[in-house]
Nanobody, 117 residues
Framework: QVQLVESGGGLVQPGGSLTLSCAAS????????MAWYRQAPGKRRDWVTT???????GYADSVRGRFTISRDDAKNTVYLQMNGLNPEDTALYYC???????????WGKGTLVTVSS
C-alpha cells in the first residue's frame, strides 16, 4: 500500500509555469506506475499523463508538449512540470499509483492549480 500527497499547486498567470510534486510513503515506490489526473470545476476527472516504473511516458493531447512528468525513485516522488499554462488548465490535480498484481489504485487528495490573470 502507498500513501500519496500532492503539493505545488497555486495561482499562476496565463503563460506561466508550475511544478507539482507527489510524495509517496510506503514501500516499493519504484514498482508503481504513476499518473496525474485533473478535475476542473463541474467536470469529470481526466487523465493527464503517466510514467511507468521503467520511465516510459504518455500524455493527453491537451498537454503534450507543455507538461512533463518525471520521477525520482530515490525520493519516492513524481513530478509534473507544467509550462505554457492557460485558464483551461485550471483544475484540482491528483496523483495516482498502480502496481501489477495489486487490484487497488491509490490516489492523493489533490492540489489546486488556478490559471488566471
Amino acid at each position: 500500500q502507498v500513501q500519496l500527497v500532492e503539493s505545488g499547486g497555486g495561482l499562476v498567470q496565463p503563460g506561466g509555469s508550475l511544478t507539482l510534486s507527489c510524495a509517496a510513503s510506503g514501500s516499493g515506490f519504484n514498482t508503481y506506475i504513476m499518473a496525474w489526473y485533473r478535475q476542473a470545476p463541474g467536470k469529470r476527472r481526466d487523465w493527464v499523463t503517466t510514467i511507468t516504473n521503467n520511465g516510459m511516458t504518455g500524455y493527453a493531447d491537451s498537454v503534450r508538449g507543455r507538461f512533463t512528468i518525471s520521477r525520482d525513485d530515490a525520493k519516492n516522488t513524481v513530478y509534473l512540470q507544467m509550462n505554457g499554462l492557460n485558464p483551461e488548465d485550471t483544475a484540482l490535480y491528483y496523483c495516482k499509483a498502480d502496481r501489477r498484481g495489486d487490484p487497488m489504485s491509490y490516489w492523493g487528495k489533490g492540489t489546486l492549480v488556478t490559471v488566471s490573470s
